[in-house]
């Protein structure tokens, strides 16, 4: 009996063991193949590729020079999660269209992304985003200070940031057909988000439809969480000649700004919770739970103004 536990191990440590190095070895022919494809437009290194068994396969220590620009961009770890090692190697027959299943859950991930503040490459992408939105006021102070447009690399260093690191994952479930969304994405020392999303009815069934397929929302809840930013925001406001009350309504123009290019006019279910939150509170929670699930596709075809009451939606600062 000594001996057959013995041999049982070593056959499954052997099965394990050999799954891994056909994992890997999948994975970074996989990268290598990438790698040449993007030669043409950027440089591509990385560190080597890793798994665990309770089911995550991650791309290591990648970076990345763009054609054209100087500076690199790193990414310290890129990758997926699954619910065991196993799944990992399930996933890939799903790929591979030799498998229905799917994993309960399966997520991606991207772990220290760090972009230095004075990136050629940010700064190009910086004018080009002002560029396309077509406007002209990114020089104004209560714009600038607040990121109304997104930082400036000059805002950020004022704000005190020699780099932004950013951390994000994505879980998709998959509960016999009905699939939920879990998110998550921080930038280190400004904010965290935290957010959920629900579909409603059988997905499986929904995608069968092909281009007649119209996810509809059943929920949606996002928790924000200010890690400095908004002290940081109001000091360099300050700075730029800002009262403390212009400081507030600079805020929450950038704020309304951001539900404007999603189609959304605030109302005060959500205003009045966000100026708690920017007055000092740490968390602002918004819900979406509209009485009757919604298809997401038709949600512009409302006046940003209907939006509001149409997904019920409402805000908490905590």
């Known amino acids: 009996m000594k001996n057959f536990l013995v041999w049982l191990i070593v056959i499954g440590a052997g099965g394990y063991f050999g799954s891994k190095w056909y994992l890997h070895s999948e994975v970074s022919d996989g990268m290598d193949m990438a790698v040449i494809m993007m030669a043409p437009y950027a440089d591509v290194e990385y560190s080597g590729v890793a798994s665990t068994l309770t089911g995550e396969l991650t791309i290591e220590g990648i970076r990345v020079r763009f054609d054209g620009f ?30 229905d299943g799917m994993p309960e859950y399966f997520g991606f991930m991207v772990e220290g992304l760090r972009i230095p503040v004075g990136a050629d490459y940010y700064k190009e992408l910086y004018s080009f985003a002002l560029e396309a939105r077509g406007v002209g006021d990114a020089l104004d102070a209560a714009v600038e200070c607040t990121g109304k447009y997104g930082f400036s690399p000059q805002a950020l260093v004022e704000l005190g940031y020699d780099e932004q690191v950013f951390f994000s994952s994505i879980t998709i479930h998959n509960q016999s057909g009905k699939f939920s969304f879990d998110m998550t994405m921080a930038m280190q020392d400004m904010w ?3 957010a959920n999303l629900t579909l409603a009815g059988d997905m499986m069934t929904e995608i069968s439809k092909g281009r007649a397929f119209r996810p509809r929302l059943s929920s949606f809840e ?6 400095s930013l908004n002290q940081r925001v109001a000091d360099y406001c300050s700075r730029r000649g800002l009262s403390d009350k212009e400081i507030l309504q600079a805020q929450l123009d950038s704020f309304k700004f951001v539900g404007e290019e999603n189609g959304i006019e605030f109302d005060e279910y959500v205003l009045d919770p966000y100026m708690e939150f920017i007055g000092g509170k740490s968390t602002l929670v918004v819900t979406a739970r509209p009485n009757e699930p919604i298809a997401i596709s038709q949600i512009d075809l409302y006046k940003p103004s209907d939006v509001p009451a149409l997904l019920n939606l409402e805000a908490t600062a905590l």
């Open 70 to 99: 100087n500076d690199d961009l790193y990414i310290d770890r890129l990758g997926i999660d699954t619910p065991s090692f196993l799944s990992l190697i399930e996933l890939g027959d799903v790929a591979r269209m030799q498998s």
């Open 222 to 227: 996002v928790a924000i969480t200010d890690r």
């Open 192 to 194: 965290d988000i935290a």
